[in-house]
């Protein structure tokens, strides 16, 4: 079953505008990830955030974690051609024998 | 440093066949992820391998099964191949237990059946 829900599916934008994506999910975790892909490619990680941090920042990226209201939000600055991908959270659910969970995805388009 | 090297990369079987893909991860590297993609259902969590004993088991059939080998090389295989099995099929390594930290993907072994 899915634990992670990301919002938008899909998000269009122009060069040098930010990109938001959110992530909801539905049981407690120690921490949640972000990834991206490429078409057809592989996941690349992104960034990691746990539990008890709030905000973490890696370049022109920024991730949110809210656990009261269990969402996620990524946050792509002066968003470039390039970022076109679909973008991924991922859950480790605080549960013993659970893997990372994977949502379905936001697939984001900037065009130039 | 290589990173994790999957193979094939694409084949084609038809149905009531079985196939057999492979993930080399990357070195020093002890837990294999598997992940099975298709455009309906996204990443799916298929098992976890770690120092050659399985961790975890996502909910598939009995058709799936695989392996880790002392290399932590490791081996999935899908008998009697259904038209659904057509999926992009993902392998990830990492240090620790696959839940600890980032996953390193590889490229994928995209399988379709006919």
């Known amino acids: 079953s899915q634990q992670g829900e990301e919002d938008p599916q899909a998000l269009s934008i122009q060069e040098g505008e930010n990109a938001t994506m959110n992530c909801s999910y539905k049981?407690?975790?120690?921490?949640l990830q972000w990834y991206r892909q490429n078409s057809g490619r592989g996941l690349v990680h992104l960034i990691l955030i746990r539990s008890n941090e709030r905000e973490k920042h890696s370049g022109r990226l920024r991730v949110t974690l809210d656990t009261s209201k269990k969402s996620s939000s990524l946050l792509i600055t002066a968003s470039r051609a390039a970022d076109t991908a679909s973008y991924f959270c991922?859950?480790?659910?605080?549960?013993?024998?659970?893997?990372?969970?994977f949502g379905k995805g936001t697939t984001l388009s900037v065009s130039s | 440093k290589a990173g994790v090297t999957q193979t094939p990369r694409y084949l084609i079987k038809t149905r009531g066949q079985q196939v057999t893909l492979s993930c080399s991860p990357i070195s020093g590297h002890r837990s294999v992820s598997w992940y099975q993609q298709t455009p309906g259902q996204g990443l799916q969590f298929l098992f976890e391998?770690?120092?050659?004993?399985?961790?975890n088991k996502g909910n598939f059939p009995g058709r799936f099964s695989g392996r880790q080998f002392s290399n932590s090389r490791s081996e999935m295989n899908v008998s009697t191949l259904e038209l659904g099995d057509s999926a992009l099929y993902l392998c990830?390594?990492?240090?620790?237990?696959?839940?600890?930290?980032?996953?390193?993907f590889g490229e994928g072994s995209r399988l379709t059946v006919l």
């Open positions: 991922a859950t480790d659910p605080n549960q013993a024998g659970t893997a990372l969970i």
């Open positions: 990830a390594s990492s240090t620790g237990l696959a839940t600890s930290g980032e996953l390193f």
């Open positions: 049981t407690s975790i120690n921490n």
């Open positions: 391998y770690f120092s050659e004993t399985q961790r």
